[in-house]
């Protein structure tokens, strides 16, 4: 009897993304198909076979692969024990049509780095709260990406110590709400990624990181005058009590509870 698939998908509250999905498959097989979406695909454990305009293509688990939409493929696993992936969905603010013909070509791309902050963005994207790390990562997958289309954007590595103290000056004012990374790049008028690149280069720390740090900080003020670490988590801006208690653990060493209770 053949195994039943395993399938997980939900549509987090990031700009651009328009689905995650992760799924373990044995013996089913797609048909030929099409998204209006980019599909941004890694394969954790056994390999994956497909079509892309009448070329047959391969995802051993070492590779990232990039599906442009509008473009007809397929897909079947390549192994006796099938695949497992994970998948997002990408519009086309955060890859331009342009490039599809790019990917066609070019579809199946070795690069252990983008391979890596792939997973770092699926990481990112399956804990609530963590929108801006999200963000963040996407950006910097979509950059490295589109260096491999050929399709280079402007320079955003340069310094800009004055862009990164302001995007410090609006985090700041916005701890508890938060401040999406496109909301941020409006307002200082200024690409997601050079604000992503200006900020860590300055102070050593990505935007999401220093955020975090931010908001720990003022759930330690919190816990010290006794409040409840289930009412100190929206008060710092956290998701709620399991966000706070991860970030604070790593962060401060304790769980925010034994850290409340060892106050003199």
Sequence with gaps: MAAQPEVTAWRPRVPGVVEVFHAHFTEYAYPMHVHD???LLIVDDGAVRYDLDRHEHGTPH???TLLPPHVPHNGSAATPHGFRKRVVYLDTTRLDDRLIGAAVDTP????PLLRHRVGQLHTALARPGEELEAESRLTLVGERLQE???ARPEDTRRADPVLARRL???????VVEGV???E???LLDAHPTHLVRAFSSAYGIAPHQYLTSRRVDRARRLLLAGARPADVAPGAGF???AHLSRHFRRLVGVSPGRYRDSAV
């Design 180 to 182: 999406s990374l496109q």
């Design 148 to 150: 491999h289309l050929r």
């Design 239 to 241: 998701y709620d009590q």
């Design 62 to 64: 070492d590779t990232v």
């Design 184 to 186: 941020a790049a409006g």
């Design 108 to 111: 199946d791309l070795r690069d």
């Design 168 to 174: 410090r000056e609006l985090l700041d004012s916005r």
């Design 37 to 39: 979406a980019w599909t």
